[in-house]
């Protein structure tokens, strides 16, 4: 990771649409993340900076926290549902001066999207993209803990095991989204939100429901060679297991 992670950034400011106070967000300049690739679970990897980390804006003032792009999207009885639910217990502070974010800090940040994403009565997709990085976050945590580190393996444990409640949780209200809600669902369209949830399927032992998905996945002319790829490796590691061999 660069160690000069702050000259990546800007401070970009925004208005908290609940207390229409000015606030201001770290986030990545453009066209500077070198992408490497993705994990099985889609997380992003780069090799200069953690995207993820910088996804959600987070008031001050009144509490109010959202991913990026949906930090403006709230509607009149979404924000009166934030005042009344997540403003009226919020203790106010100014804003902590700081020159990049570290992956703890995003963490509670993203938290706080969730509560704000559930409080609203955000969509499925919504509350299961915010939990979608939330599972991120803790698997970029562990990635962090150096092995001469105190209690390195326990922690690590600890971080893979919030990783994996976020990662079910997000199967969970992204599945209910792929029912009832129209593509693109999280900012992914059908072939790679039905790989997401053959993944996390996988991972929760469900299967038969992964080689579905994956089937569709894979035969589906819109789906690219990466996603296909990916896909294929993925069957490759359900089949053992649906022989009952691993």
């Known amino acids: 990771m660069d160690a000069n992670e702050k000259n990546l950034l800007i401070d970009k400011k925004y208005t908290c649409p609940i207390c229409e106070k000015q606030i201001h967000a770290k986030t ?136 994996e409640n976020a990662g079910m949780n997000a199967y969970e209200h992204l599945t209910k989204a792929r029912m009832n809600e129209n593509f693109p669902i999280a900012g992914m369209n059908e072939t790679t939100l039905d790989y997401l949830l053959a993944y996390f399927a996988y991972k929760k032992g469900e299967y038969q429901t992964a080689m579905h998905l994956l089937s569709g996945v894979v035969t589906s002319r819109s789906t690219t060679t990466r996603l296909k790829d990916k896909s294929l490796e993925l069957k490759d590691m359900i089949t053992p297991k649906l022989r009952g061999e691993a």
Request: net charge neutral.
């Open 28 to 163: 990545v300049k453009a066209n500077t993340a070198k992408f490497i690739d993705t994990k099985y679970d889609l997380r992003p990897i780069h090799s200069n900076i953690n995207i993820t980390k910088y996804d959600a804006i987070c008031c001050s003032y009144c509490g109010f926290a959202s991913l990026t792009k949906n930090f403006d999207t709230t509607t009149s009885t979404q924000r009166k549902l934030i005042r009344e639910k997540i403003q009226t217990n919020y203790k106010s502070h100014e804003e902590t001066e700081c020159d990049i974010y570290t992956t703890e800090m995003a963490i509670s940040r993203m938290k706080m999207a969730l509560l704000c994403t559930v409080s609203k009565g955000g969509k499925e997709s919504e509350i299961g993209n915010v939990c979608l990085k939330i599972c991120w976050l803790y698997q970029d945590l562990a990635d962090e803990i150096t092995e001469d580190s105190p209690e390195a393996q326990a922690k690590k444990e600890a971080y893979l095991k919030e990783a």
